[in-house]
């Protein structure tokens, strides 16, 4: 019952309230030491109070509780050293990591938790000393296995065709070799080494990512951009083209350059993933998924719409017509495709003016050039030009929350020989068996002192506006104008005296 209490005041949003009350169940704990203390039982969701707290974002509570673990130890003068308790805080050897709990919610007041001592300074630590180094080796790793991949694609094995061609329109001369063929000569050798080193990177990558899906949940670990959910459904649906390419390629089956040309594409574009290690280029992978996934999904559908009813007419209209002469709408599929072309104002209006165009085309492709080019692009320009807005606002604090997730990824996926953990142990200081932070804090003086000068001369201020207030509320009709002009003498002694003082203390700034 106690930690069910103790779990409801943290979610309560009278938070001094919430401070006391919480103090006051935990003073009659018989077990505020041991294991059975109201402070570590979980509820239904594995998560302690003072995990709780930092998944609802309660920064009050947040802190109260850390004010109760530190320890001071020692001080001299202003400079003063605490050690912080982090032992629910690291991700190191955590089932539920506490940083991973908070990246992953969806409340932005969670995220300012990453700014608080002592989590700032522990995700610091971290990163500087093992996240960084390790992200950028993995990154020029990547970058290799995919130049390897590329020149793999680059070099298969293709054959001159020997058969002759069915259509006019048919441009092929050279086909895919078999099995027996592909592995002959000397560079043929080199291509195999290359393409194993592919094949057994997209298993590595299967590996590593399957088990992360199956501890976290399909919808929150490809659905969270800060943990780079849609790098996951790239990297994934890329390790799965490599596998299908290597089965078409042992059964000798013809059409590899369907699932090779998917691979190359998801696989340079998961590079951008990399980008989350830089204060500068970070913030802008987040920006690039929420356009994608939030303003390019809906617009898709306005668009496919647009282009399917313009694609219909621009066909019906060229049925009758020599395809010879204007080629662009000969079938179906290429006036699919034209028209797209048409949408994004990468060709101009197909027209042969050698011929005469049915009239029909000329008002149908004014309609077209309407509502495509002047509508519906300018449309979707206004819908990125708010999300960037929106998470250029947010980017120092998305960029923190890119390098809490990745630090925690790289000490889940590293061995523990190569990633230490960080921290003291308390038998050093005679704590027990817990981890703590040490931390030098340096207690400026004049810094306090502005900060009374300041609540001094808003006291002032309030002091002369409630005054003048009750002045003109007792004062009669006749003494209305003589009151008003006392009230505004003594408001402006107020602003010039609050004017002096906030003079002293820019000085002193």
């Given at each position: 019952?106690?930690?069910?209490?103790?779990h409801i005041?943290?979610?309560?949003p009278n938070?001094?309230?919430?401070?006391?009350?919480?103090s006051l169940?935990l003073?009659?704990?018989?077990?505020?030491?041991g294991?059975g203390s109201?402070?570590?039982?979980?509820?239904?969701e594995g998560?302690?109070?003072?995990?709780?707290?930092?998944?609802?974002?309660n920064?009050?509570?947040?802190?109260?509780l850390m004010?109760?673990?530190?320890q001071?130890l020692?001080s001299?003068g202003?400079?003063?050293?605490?050690?912080?308790d982090?032992?629910e805080?690291?991700?190191?050897?955590?089932?539920?990591?506490?940083?991973?709990?908070?990246?992953?919610?969806?409340?932005r007041e969670?995220?300012?938790?990453?700014?608080?001592?002592?989590v700032?300074?522990?995700v610091?630590l971290?990163?500087?000393?093992y996240g960084?180094?390790?992200f950028?080796?993995l990154?020029?790793?990547y970058?290799?296995?995919m130049?390897?991949?590329t020149?793999c694609?680059?070099?298969?094995?293709?054959?001159?065709?020997?058969?002759?061609?069915t259509s006019?329109?048919d441009?092929t001369?050279?086909?895919?070799k078999?099995?027996?063929?592909s592995?002959?000569?000397?560079?043929d050798?080199?291509?195999?080494?290359g393409e194993?080193?592919?094949?057994?990177?997209?298993?590595?990558?299967?590996?590593?990512?399957?088990?992360?899906?199956?501890?976290v949940?399909?919808?929150?670990y490809f659905g969270q951009t800060?943990?780079?959910g849609?790098f996951?459904?790239?990297v994934?649906?890329?390790a799965?083209?490599?596998?299908?390419t290597?089965?078409?390629?042992l059964?000798?089956t013809?059409?590899?350059?369907?699932?090779m040309?998917?691979?190359?594409?998801?696989?340079?574009?998961?590079v951008m993933?990399f980008?989350?290690?830089?204060?500068?280029?970070?913030?802008?992978?987040?920006?690039?998924q929420?356009?994608?996934?939030g303003d390019l999904?809906?617009?898709?559908w306005l668009?496919?719409?647009v282009?399917?009813g313009?694609?219909?007419?621009?066909?019906?209209?060229f049925?009758t017509?020599?395809p010879?002469?204007?080629?662009?709408?000969?079938?179906y599929?290429?006036?699919?495709?034209?028209t797209?072309?048409?949408?994004?104002?990468?060709?101009d209006?197909?027209?042969?003016?050698d011929?005469d165009?049915?009239?029909?085309?000329?008002?149908?492709y004014?309609?077209?050039?309407?509502?495509?080019t002047?509508?519906?692009l300018?449309?979707?320009?206004?819908?990125?030009?708010?999300?960037?807005?929106?998470?250029a606002?947010?980017?120092?604090?998305?960029?923190?929350?890119?390098?809490?997730?990745?630090?925690?990824?790289?000490?889940?996926?590293?061995?523990r020989?190569?990633?230490p953990?960080?921290?003291?142990?308390?038998?050093?200081?005679g704590?027990?068996?817990?981890?703590?932070l040490?931390?030098e804090?340096?207690?400026?003086?004049?810094?306090?002192?502005?900060?009374?000068?300041?609540?001094?001369?808003?006291?002032?201020?309030r002091?002369?506006?409630?005054k003048?207030?009750?002045?003109?509320?007792t004062?009669?009709?006749?003494?209305?104008k003589?009151?008003?002009?006392?009230l505004?003498?003594?408001?402006?002694?107020?602003?010039?005296s609050?004017?002096?003082?906030?003079?002293?203390?820019r000085?002193?700034?």
């Amino acid at each position: 019952i106690g930690n069910t209490v103790l779990h409801i005041l943290v979610l309560q949003p009278n938070k001094t309230f919430a401070c006391h009350m919480y103090s006051l169940i935990l003073s009659y704990d018989k077990n505020k030491e041991g294991p059975g203390s109201l402070e570590l039982i979980p509820n239904n969701e594995g998560l302690s109070p003072f995990k709780l707290a930092g998944v609802e974002g309660n920064t009050v509570m947040f802190q109260y509780l850390m004010q109760k673990r530190k320890q001071n130890l020692w001080s001299f003068g202003p400079l003063s050293t605490v050690l912080y308790d982090i032992t629910e805080i690291d991700s190191w050897a955590e089932d539920q990591s506490f940083l991973e709990l908070i990246v992953s919610t969806k409340k932005r007041e969670a995220r300012q938790i990453l700014d608080l001592t002592p989590v700032k300074e522990l995700v610091s630590l971290k990163w500087n000393m093992y996240g960084r180094p390790y992200f950028c080796f993995l990154a020029l790793f990547y970058i290799l296995y995919m130049v390897c991949f590329t020149m793999c694609c680059v070099y298969r094995p293709l054959k001159p065709r020997t058969g002759n061609r069915t259509s006019s329109r048919d441009n092929t001369v050279y086909v895919q070799k078999m099995l027996q063929e592909s592995y002959v000569a000397y560079e043929d050798e080199l291509r195999l080494v290359g393409e194993l080193i592919t094949v057994i990177g997209a298993v590595v990558i299967l590996v590593l990512e399957i088990p992360d899906i199956l501890r976290v949940g399909a919808a929150k670990y490809f659905g969270q951009t800060i943990l780079g959910g849609p790098f996951h459904i790239i990297v994934i649906t890329y390790a799965c083209m490599i596998l299908v390419t290597m089965v078409m390629r042992l059964t000798s089956t013809t059409g590899e350059v369907v699932p090779m040309s998917f691979a190359l594409v998801l696989g340079w574009c998961n590079v951008m993933y990399f980008a989350r290690g830089f204060q500068m280029l970070g913030p802008f992978t987040i920006m690039i998924q929420k356009m994608i996934f939030g303003d390019l999904m809906r617009f898709c559908w306005l668009m496919a719409v647009v282009i399917l009813g313009f694609a219909s007419a621009f066909y019906i209209i060229f049925q009758t017509e020599n395809p010879e002469n204007l080629g662009q709408f000969y079938n179906y599929p290429m006036s699919l495709f034209t028209t797209f072309e048409l949408f994004l104002t990468i060709i101009d209006g197909p027209a042969n003016y050698d011929v005469d165009l049915p009239f029909m085309y000329s008002v149908v492709y004014f309609a077209f050039a309407i509502i495509a080019t002047l509508l519906m692009l300018n449309l979707l320009i206004a819908m990125m030009g708010d999300t960037h807005w929106r998470v250029a606002h947010e980017q120092d604090e998305l960029w923190r929350a890119q390098v809490v997730a990745t630090t925690v990824m790289l000490e889940r996926k590293l061995p523990r020989c190569l990633w230490p953990r960080s921290g003291i142990c308390g038998r050093e200081f005679g704590l027990g068996d817990r981890w703590y932070l040490r931390i030098e804090d340096r207690v400026d003086p004049n810094k306090h002192k502005m900060m009374r000068y300041t609540e001094a001369f808003k006291a002032q201020d309030r002091d002369n506006c409630d005054k003048g207030s009750e002045k003109l509320e007792t004062n009669g009709d006749t003494l209305f104008k003589k009151e008003l002009s006392a009230l505004s003498l003594s408001r402006s002694t107020s602003r010039t005296s609050s004017h002096r003082g906030w003079e002293i203390l820019r000085r002193n700034t």
